[in-house]
């Protein structure tokens, strides 16, 4: 770690600025804390997709269905995520650091792992509604 202008320490590996807080602690950084998120994320997004798939083809439904449905999920998960992503890294240092934007990221926060977690089963769900009888 750094010093950057201002006497906040940096993270070499991310080039993030950490602001102390006045007790010697590091404040959070919300756009290191959102790309965190975004990355645990997709990966319980693509474990969950990956078990909806297999036990729908398991279950006998049409082999191709599955498959296109995975490749609408991951088209459509990447960009989400992105924008979640791009939101928070546009701050600056000083509000990378700032308390007020708790509330704002605990709603995206919160919308993210929705996403992550209910858009696998739901899409499962309506292509078995579908074409389940097939």
């Not at 990355?39 to 269905?65: D, K, P």
């Amino acid at each position: 770690m750094g010093e950057a202008p201002g006497g906040a320490a940096t993270d070499r590996g991310h080039g993030f600025a950490i602001a102390r807080a006045g007790t010697g602690r590091r404040a959070r950084d919300w756009r290191r804390a959102m790309s965190d998120n975004v990355a645990y994320a997709l990966l319980v997004y693509t474990g969950l997709q990956i078990f909806v798939t297999v036990h729908a083809l398991r279950e006998g439904m049409s082999s191709l269905l599955p498959y296109f449905a995975l490749g609408v999920l991951v088209a459509a998960i990447i960009p989400a995520c992105r924008w979640f992503e791009r939101r928070w890294l546009g701050l600056s240092d000083s509000a990378a650091a700032d308390p007020a934007l708790r509330g704002a990221f605990r709603r995206d926060q919160t919308l993210l792992w929705l996403m992550a977690i209910a858009l696998p089963l739901a899409l499962t769900l309506l292509f078995r509604l579908l074409f389940g009888s097939e």
